[in-house]
């Protein structure tokens, strides 16, 4: 087995909203359509009018547009409202190929602090990823195959 | 931010060979092209295409020279995909503001 040294380190955000921990998990979740940047930010673009983010394990997160085609984004993995849920993260890439996504909700004085970990961008560890380890090599191969996931998002 | 060259140049199986073995060391042409089934002006063209990408860079040592891992490139998309969650989090947060605004100054 080739050793490959990490290529991608997890990406850690953290931003500090003024709401309280249940309003702030509902608006990130199951509002999320009201403010994620679709315009840029989603496969269809200007053609993308909503997100359904079906709150519970095993839900999924689906781009809504404007001629009734659902893009999957991702599955729910964990859900605990209002201080966690985890995502299978694949917006236009093959589900096994998934990266994580997992969003913290913690209760602070002033609102609630949102610590976001995007991570698992080398490996294809789940028992559902075992057909792409056979297809991919670690390391890169799985790097790009998430990147590939962002053709079109345009980063400012 | 243009991550294309990074992609473009990761996107080539014999590429991203070279790559991790200048990851693991580094090394001259010579050395690659020794460790490949292709020929060394094959090895120098992936080499010029990994260096502009600026995941590579090499160095003069005596008349050789030697190429190693560049930080930059792997930066570079890192650094994209960093971007993309701050421009995803800026709404998030515009949004919460407004909505702690309205819940401050209920309507009349």
Known sequence: MRLSPTVITPIHKTRTVGLEPATAFELFTTRMGSWWPLTTHSIAQEKAIGVRFEGRVGGRVVELTEDGTEHPWADVLAWDPPHRFLLAWHPSIDPDAASMLDVRFISIESGTRVEIEHHGWEEF???????????????????????????????? | MDVGPQLIALADPTRRTIYDLIRQESSSVRE????????????????????????????????????????????????????????????FEQQASFEQQAVKEPKQ
């Open chain 1, 125 to 156: 560890g789940s028992a559902e990823g075992a057909s792409l380890r056979d297809q991919y090599d670690p390391g890169w191969e799985a790097v790009l195959s998430r990147l590939e996931a962002y053709p079109e998002w345009r980063a400012s």
């Open chain 2, 32 to 91: 690659l092209t020794d460790r490949l089934p292709i020929s060394q002006p094959a090895v120098s063209q992936h080499l010029r295409i990994l260096s502009s990408a600026r995941l590579v860079a090499a160095t003069p040592q005596g008349t050789r020279r030697i190429y190693s891992p560049h930080p930059e490139g792997v930066a570079l998309l890192r650094t994209w995909i960093d971007t993309l969650w701050d421009d995803v989090l800026d709404s």
